[in-house]
């Protein structure tokens, strides 16, 4: 097939190319012309003498086409319809004189050579589009890297330029402050030079002074110790005379002298030991008026021993001896003692701080997690022999993070906190006065107020008094936080324990650790009956270590009063006193 496809390629009018060029518009304007109807006779002749002679030598007498002038655009042209009625131009070959097979092979062979030609024109059309475009795209990014580097050298200049401009002006200011400052700095060495020559001078002026006071200082003590040593000469006597005549010392309360027999046998060297008979307080009023303890110094008394004498207020002072001028109370709390009717007989009155702190502190701790723990109901339904009860107690708390408020921030108020904060409490707290930054260790003052309204666990730890009595109440109640824990080592009396009944009963309160009580040693019938209350029987100081110090100390003010006429640890209303 391939040499009849050659053959029928030699054999084709080149006067058709023309016609079906795409995209020429000379071509495309002859082939729109249609071809004529009736052949010449030159024509015939041409046609006939193709027919005859050899394929290259019928090729050569036809007539020359037309020159093709094919144009590109970029954009692309109006489609146009190329279609032409194949049938016709078959019957037109026929009528040429070629035949069928030669037409069917001239078309093939057109239909190629349109197809080559278009895939070749497209092929052209697209390189030099992509061609053009590269180009243009190189200008544009040609034009641009240009301007930029215009822009930057134009901006590294005007940058350069200002730098060094400032770096001008920087210079000329240093230079300035500079002159300045060596400038203040002669004038300031010539006045230090002018200031240290006047202290120089001033210095030796107070030094003169200063001998001369030393002097009047040591003129001064050598006649206060001549002094003194004649109030020890008069002590010793009056010791002598006082061992001498029998000093008398009252001992109240000796059931409760548990360990220091050893320190009060040896007071007996001092002074002579009387211990009531009385067991109730008419009896000892009665003692008392009968002179049993006529001659009597100083009193020893425990906090037990309220149990014979009663408080000791201004009905008994004026009962007692008139030689009686010394109270030395075993105990760091002394609300049993009137202390303004002392004053007013001239009879001092000392107490234990401090040997209390360690012990009461460690029980406060424990009161405080039971109640946080809510321990007490669970406690007591194991003693029932009914495991933790049915139903079971409500969950208790941690102590970490919560609020720990201290109301009287004394010894065992710090010691408390010391405490709390091992176990990841906030401290704060409320005092008659804020405490040096030392003495709070990190604890925050606050007002009595906030105190309330912000602790998650109060701790009462203060001295009970007329002014303190119900410091906790009703009203203080209806500011704290729902479901506080409370927690009293201080004296009952200083929460209103009806209050408290009914802040438990409303849910308000949500345990209670208690030590002390308002009338101990009777309690309020229903705290012993509520399970969400913590309690013991006034134990806060109940140990070997802490009574033994407590007696010791109540012992040594006895001794001190017999030997120099004073006390140690006298308390705080009477220390002018001292």
Not at 123 to 144: G, P, S
Request: aromatic share 6%; with cysteine.
């Amino acid at each position: 097939m391939a040499a009849p496809s050659l053959m029928a390629t030699e054999l084709l009018p080149r006067f058709l190319l023309p016609r079906l060029s795409w995209g020429a518009p000379l071509a495309s304007a002859r082939a729109a012309r249609p071809f004529p109807s009736v052949q010449s006779s030159d024509q015939r002749r041409s046609f006939s003498a193709i027919q005859a002679g050899p394929v290259a030598r019928r090729c050569s007498h036809r007539v020359e086409s037309p020159i093709l002038q094919r144009a590109f655009h970029a954009t692309a042209l109006r489609q146009r319809d190329h279609h032409f009625d194949t049938l016709k131009f078959v019957k037109r070959l026929q009528s040429e004189g070629f035949t069928e097979e030669q037409s069917a092979a001239m078309m093939k062979v057109l239909n190629d050579v349109i197809e080559e030609s278009i895939q070749n024109l497209t092929r052209t059309m697209i390189l030099r589009e992509d061609a053009a475009k590269a180009t243009y795209t190189q200008k544009v990014d040609f034009a641009k890297l240009r301007s930029e580097l215009l822009s930057a050298d134009s901006t590294e200049s005007t940058t350069t330029r200002t730098a060094h401009e400032r770096l001008t002006n920087d210079i000329a200011k240093l230079s300035n402050r500079l002159r300045d400052e060596i400038s203040r700095t002669q004038a300031s060495v010539r006045l230090d030079l002018n200031l240290e020559k006047g202290r120089i001078r001033e210095e030796a002026v107070g030094q003169e002074l200063q001998i001369k006071e030393t002097e009047t200082k040591i003129e001064q003590e050598v006649a206060a110790l001549r002094e003194k040593l004649e109030q020890v000469k008069f002590q010793t006597l009056q010791w002598l005379m006082g061992v001498c005549t029998g000093f008398a010392a009252l001992m109240l309360g000796a059931w409760r002298l548990l360990i220091a027999h050893s320190t009060w046998a040896s007071l007996s060297s001092v002074a002579q030991i009387i211990t009531p008979k009385a067991t109730n307080r008419e009896e000892f009023i009665q003692e008392v008026r009968d002179g049993a303890f006529d001659g009597v110094t100083a009193a020893y008394r425990t906090f037990s021993s309220v149990s014979i004498t009663g408080r000791i207020d201004a009905e008994l002072i004026g009962s007692l001896p008139k030689t009686l001028k010394f109270i030395c109370h075993n105990g760091a709390g002394y609300d049993q003692i009137d202390v303004a009717a002392c004053t007013a007989q001239s009879i001092r009155v000392s107490n234990t701080p401090n040997a209390v702190d360690d012990a009461t502190a460690d029980l406060t701790i424990w009161l405080l997690l039971g109640a946080l723990r809510n321990l007490p109901a669970s406690m007591a339904s194991l003693r029932r022999g009914a495991w933790r009860g049915n139903p079971t107690p409500r969950l208790g708390h941690d102590p970490q993070g919560k609020v720990l408020g201290i109301l009287g921030m004394g010894g065992i108020g710090r010691n408390v906190a010391r405490r709390a904060r091992a176990f990841g409490m906030l401290i704060r707290y409320h005092n008659r006065s804020q405490l040096s930054p030392e003495l709070e260790e990190g604890a925050e003052y606050v007002d009595f107020e906030t105190l309330l309204k912000e602790s998650d666990v109060l701790s009462l730890n203060l001295p009970l008094n007329p002014r303190t009595r119900h410091t906790i109440s009703a009203p203080q109640f209806d500011l704290m936080k729902s479901g506080i824990v409370i927690v009293n080592t201080a004296r009952g009396a200083v929460m209103d324990e009806a209050a408290l009944v009914q802040a438990l009963e409303a849910g308000q309160v949500a345990s209670v650790g208690l030590d002390v009580y308002e009338n101990e040693p009777a309690i309020h019938p229903a705290l012993i009956g509520n399970e969400n209350v913590l309690l013991v029987p006034h134990m806060g100081t109940w140990t070997v270590e802490t009574e033994t110090r407590m007696e010791e100390l109540a012992i040594g003010n006895v001794r001190l009063a017999a030997e120099e006429g004073r006390l140690k640890t006298i308390v705080p209303e009477q220390r002018e006193l001292a």
